[in-house]
């Protein structure tokens, strides 16, 4: 099958309907363009687990603040028809601003506990975007299954219990973070980053690895492993916390001891730049 | 096909998936049971409008609020059996509150703008409720289309606006209020009133009739119109008015003259009932 790219909603449900009804099976990988080799691992993830493998590329208004990068967020679709082109991608769902979010649109998927805690705290509408595009990208594409990173710990956690909550008969299936050879998670937001502040952006991951070691020598106290790793990003120039946080992996809630695996969670800026990573810290 | 009563959320889901797959339609009206002849109605429109007609039975806690008739709201799954029954019903859904709402659930569906009208002013949480267990019992029936009473015409407007934004691919059909002879619009909760309430529940439809005839005979003033409905109302013993509104059909904005077809809408309590009722006003 030729790759084909479809922007109108209806004719993107009526294919999949069509499609189920072959007793074809839907993956969907949802995007925001300027893909990279992190979103190459999710499509390789999901054209094993669906007849039909579909990425969506569609810049959500509805996730960004005020202030955030929408305008600015980074666009290439020739490039990313290249990468879904060698990648066995059968549909790329480009819809438009106004399709999905025409005039008078008010309907909104929220929850009350999970956008609480890291990431949600500094962007107080973020996850109520992603929920609500999601849902949206559920109902009209209608996946089986679909694939997600796990560089967004947060969001796979709050998709995963939206599917549960609201009953989505579809797998969501996380997928590991895709690093650069020097330990950079993969992130379209990586362009942003200029020669010099690259090797501060580095300070995240060295951080996670800084924590995992610490708790593998021994260490269990949550605010000791939070101040090394603190202490190291801020010992690079143009570097400020956001947050550096271990929680329980479901409820995101805060650990005090690190006595079973926890989430280390971190967003840090870095110039202008926001960046995000995490891992997991086995005791 | 003899009816059938499913009650566990994955096997109502692999029915319909099963049936979908066999290229059969699927026809939803959902209810909080305790059945009268105005859901027959519902029943016997959804009949024509699919192949497998499903019925939910479920009273949703999460449209009540505070102090609201959750715990004493009418229920009667014998009699609702037979009545389905008569209708032809082929499934019908009856999943549990704990089943719907598992410990740690926390995603709802919310509208901005239509919820902040009519009903929604009295019952902060109501249509934040209905909508998600709407969205929830769509995602879990799957159905082509759903079937709602126009009694509940505020109802009828969140989950039609609902359906629309987040790209349900369900058509909704609103069905016409069904009737006493008396012109009481049937209501499970008319079960409340006592045999000495029951004329005062009458003003609800008189004010309506009023109201009509004076727009008939040339008022266009929404002010005037509802004043005299108010007066009307409260000439009855035991009522007392939440709100008589007269309003755009489709945004549900105060309407200050009647130009062009409006909603007139009210809900008035009946000693400790509370009722509502509707009509379009067409000069």
Excluded: W
């Excluded at 929408?70 to 066995?88: C, Q, V, W």
């Excluded at 110039?271 to 891992?279: A, F, P, Q, S, V």
Aim: net charge neutral; proline share 5%; charged share 20%.
């Amino acid at each position: 099958m030729k790759i084909e790219i479809i922007s109108d909603i209806e004719e993107m449900q009526a294919f999949s309907d069509g499609r189920r009804r072959q007793g074809q099976t839907i993956a969907l990988v949802p995007t925001m363009g300027f893909l990279h080799a992190g979103h190459s691992s999710l499509m390789s993830r999901a054209r094993q687990s669906g007849d039909i493998l579909v990425v969506s590329i569609f810049v959500n208004p509805a996730q960004f603040g005020p202030g955030e990068d929408f305008a600015t967020y980074p666009r290439n679709m020739k490039n990313d028809l290249s990468i879904t082109g060698e990648e066995g991608v059968d549909i790329v769902f480009t819809p438009g601003d106004k399709a999905l979010y025409p005039e008078g649109y008010e309907t909104y998927v929220s929850l009350t506990n999970l956008p609480e805690h890291l990431c949600g705290t500094f962007r107080p509408a973020h996850f109520r975007g992603v929920a609500t595009v999601v849902a949206k990208l559920f109902n009209i594409v209608t996946p089986h299954v679909a694939i997600f990173g796990q560089k967004d710990y947060q969001q796979l956690a709050v998709i995963r219990r939206m599917v549960r909550d609201l009953n989505f008969g579809i797998q969501i299936i996380g997928a590991p973070t895709v690093r650069d050879p020097d330990g950079l998670a993969m992130s379209s937001r990586n362009n942003y980053l200029t020669a010099r502040e690259r090797p501060a952006a580095l300070s995240l991951y060295r951080s996670l690895m800084k924590a995992a070691q610490l708790v593998q020598s021994g260490v269990r106290d949550a605010a000791r492993v939070i101040h090394a790793a603190a202490e190291l990003i801020q010992s690079y120039a143009d570097t400020k916390i956001d947050y550096v946080s271990i929680c329980d992996p479901d409820t995101l809630d805060d650990v005090k001891t690190i006595d079973r695996p926890s989430l280390m969670a971190l967003a840090v800026r870095v110039g202008k730049t926001r960046l995000i990573d995490n891992m997991i810290l086995k005791p």
